[in-house]
């Protein structure tokens, strides 16, 4: 008996990619990286000029100063009953909302900085120094390199040959042949204009093997008997 196996077409993709985006607006000042860089996890890859959001943490550190001093001097006269629990709610309430300014534009200064998710490559750049970055503007993206999986659209008619889990054979010509991996992960619905599923096979680490190349998955759907 031999199997009989049905090809199916597919690409090489990194399992861990990302496409980073500003998530506020503002002149790109730096810009340390280039196409094919290695990046590690934390490693700043954007930085914004963002000057109103540097005078706007100015003015609020400026406000919570005035209404800490506010609220302890109150405070103090609170103890003393000289003045009234309303007049210490009030100055109690505009130290906390003065905190709550610092810690916002904290954050958004935060924001002016970009860093890495995750160790991996910078495969694709949109933008340079001097460019304006916006949200939903794609600045990098980057791809772990080390974990790859061959996805593919299989017909519904050969996709119960396929189970989660099952050991699989994929064909990759730039990558020197025949590879063996197993099947990650597998669409729960059928795409209604394809009718295919999409499967994913995860594939072993191999020289030359790499994200964007062409592939076809081995799926094998019966025996034949000859003599």
Not at 13 to 30: D, P
């Amino acid at each position: 008996a031999q199997t009989t196996n049905e090809e199916v077409v597919g690409t090489v993709r990194a399992k861990l990619h990302a496409t980073l985006e500003a998530q506020l607006s503002g002149r790109i000042a730096r810009l340390p990286v280039v196409l094919g860089q290695r990046v590690k996890a934390g490693e700043l890859i954007v930085r914004l000029d963002a000057p109103e959001i540097a005078a706007r943490l100015d003015q609020a550190d400026a406000s919570q100063e005035q209404a800490e001093r506010d609220w302890k001097r109150i405070s103090a006269l609170f103890g003393q009953q000289a003045v009234t629990r309303a007049e210490y709610d009030a100055a109690d309430a505009r130290h906390r909302v003065a905190k709550g300014a610092v810690v916002e534009a904290k954050a958004m200064m935060g924001y002016a900085e970009i860093v890495a998710p995750f160790d991996g490559v910078v495969t694709r750049k949109w933008a340079d120094v001097g460019d304006l970055a916006a949200p939903g503007k794609p600045l990098i993206s980057i791809e772990d390199p080390t974990a790859l999986q061959l996805e593919a659209d299989v017909p519904e008619a050969i996709a119960p040959h396929i189970q989660r889990d099952a050991w699989l054979t994929a064909s990759v010509d730039a990558a020197g042949g025949v590879l063996t991996g197993t099947v990650g992960e597998i669409a729960p619905a059928v795409d209604p204009i394809s009718r295919t599923f999409r499967v994913k096979l995860d594939l072993p680490q191999k020289p030359g093997l790499m994200s964007g190349q062409f592939a076809r998955l081995l799926v094998p759907v019966g025996e034949r008997h000859s003599l």
